[in-house]
């Protein structure tokens, strides 16, 4: 399996932007579809965006389409969450995934996880 390290939460203003990062190792990361979850208190975590092995096809929550943005570099094992325009219901732990799928929504589709990474919107 593909170990995976978010980076990149804080606290941040309404209105402001983060950049999320996940950091993969162990297996050839360009292997995987990637996915981006978030968990608020006491709700269930949810799906956030997804995107290919190779980035050519892209998936959104509605909640947060158009104002997020998922890619990746796989020469770095990288893979990013652009987060524009933040609004407090978008406070969450922030989770990226890995699957050996195509691409998936689902979170029982993927097997590994990272530690998940807090990020905080004030209004």
């Known amino acids: 399996q593909v170990q995976l390290v978010e980076s990149g939460g804080g606290l941040v203003q309404a209105g402001g932007s983060l950049r999320l990062s996940c950091a993969a190792s162990?297996?050839?990361?360009?292997?995987?579809?990637m996915g981006w979850f978030r968990q608020a208190p006491g709700k269930e975590r949810e799906f956030v965006a997804a995107?290919?092995?190779?980035?050519?096809?892209?998936s959104y929550a509605d909640s947060v389409k158009g104002r997020f943005t998922i890619s990746r570099d796989n020469a770095k094992n990288t893979g990013y969450l652009q987060m524009n325009s933040l609004k407090p219901e978008d406070t969450a732990v922030y989770y990226c995934?890995?699957?050996?799928?195509?691409?998936?929504?689902?979170?029982?589709?993927?097997?590994?996880w990272g530690q998940g990474t807090q990020v905080t919107v004030s209004s």
């Open positions: 995107i290919t092995w190779s980035g050519g096809r892209t």
């Open positions: 162990g297996r050839t990361f360009s292997s995987y579809a």
């Open positions: 995934a890995a699957t050996y799928m195509y691409i998936a929504t689902k979170s029982s589709d993927y097997g590994s």
